[in-house]
């Protein structure tokens, strides 16, 4: 089986309109030659089908909803292992590699929703988004925006996630793709990565690729901490603010949202049960993201 490559430069379609993440709680099914697949996510069930091996399938119950999307590795007679993908528009069977996405012209903040992981071996699966525009002077696609979230580990129940999204662009897309993938460049047998309940949160202003530019003063500490830590910033205005704490795979250990006010705010958190390490402290507001690294000893 050939590796699954996320060639960002293999988008191609140009798309206008505004569109909301086509079936984010993946209800929606059609039946294909006697399988289920996603409406409006491609995955590899078309390549395997021959052999009856399925790596995109349908879960009951969702964790909202009736039903979610399985994604699991699986070794495929002749041919290695295929990977459990799925991409919010279309595959490149020649190449599986992400071809297209879906029409977006919003700035999100952040891709959320509820997953489930497993990842065998040395392998890891991931999440990731990318917001693009297609430049007609140049004839190909400019990056706005992007995220990727390596799932290295394991998410043994229903768990809700945020990833914040890099923007490198102050201009507004015109295409959104979401590759959702249970293993990494070598795929293992066998690892899963179980999604439900997707959708973009917030909303970054045009002309603002950072929220350093409205949120003033981070400051983690103390740091090094041992049982707490306290998050301190300044606000030009009052509105919602969520704080997340990650460890260096990725996984959300701690979070919380906070209507802050204008001018100063503080946040504590508990941080005893944390095993020693470094952590990623995350805020993310309407205006974008600020991350700042801290070690609990």
């Known amino acids: 089986m050939k590796k699954l490559v996320f060639l960002f430069a293999a988008v191609t379609a140009t798309m206008t309109a505004i569109a909301q993440i086509p079936n984010a709680g993946f209800e929606t099914w059609t039946n294909t030659a006697g399988y289920n697949t996603p409406t409006g996510w491609d995955n590899l069930n078309a390549t395997t089908n021959a052999l009856s091996v399925y790596t995109c399938t349908k879960g009951t119950p969702g964790f909202v909803g009736s039903s979610y999307l399985q994604l699991t590795s699986k070794t495929v007679t002749g041919l290695g292992v295929a990977p459990g993908v799925a991409v919010s528009g279309l595959i490149d069977i020649a190449n599986y590699a992400p071809k297209s996405g879906f029409p977006n ?7 959320t929703g509820s997953w489930q992981y497993m990842a065998y071996g040395s392998d890891a699966g991931s999440v990731t988004i990318l917001l693009s525009k297609w430049n007609s002077t140049m004839m190909m696609r400019d990056t706005i925006a992007y995220a990727t979230q390596t799932l290295s580990g394991m998410v043994m129940s229903w768990a809700s996630f945020t990833i914040p999204l890099t923007y490198r662009s102050s201009s507004f897309p015109d ?13 293992v047998n066998n690892s899963y990565l179980y999604v439900d309940d997707l959708a973009f949160a917030g909303s970054v202003p045009s002309g603002v690729t950072s929220l350093n ?33 990650s460890d260096i795979t990725g996984k959300i250990i701690s979070s919380t949202t906070h209507n802050s006010t204008q001018g100063k705010n503080s946040v504590s958190f508990n941080t005893a049960s944390f095993r020693k390490g470094i952590y990623m402290v995350t805020l993310v507001s309407d205006a974008g993201k600020h991350t700042e690294k801290i070690v609990i000893e």
Not at 175 to 187: K, N, V
Not at 213 to 238: C, H, K, Q, W
């Open 175 to 187: 295409s959104a793709m979401i590759i959702l993938s249970a293993s990494g460049t070598t795929p």
């Open 105 to 111: 012209t919003t700035r999100p903040v952040s891709l």
């Open 213 to 245: 530019s409205i949120l003033n003063d981070v400051i983690v500490f103390p740091n090094p901490a041992t049982t707490e830590i306290s998050v301190g910033y300044s606000e030009t205005e009052a509105g919602s603010m969520t704080i997340n704490i």
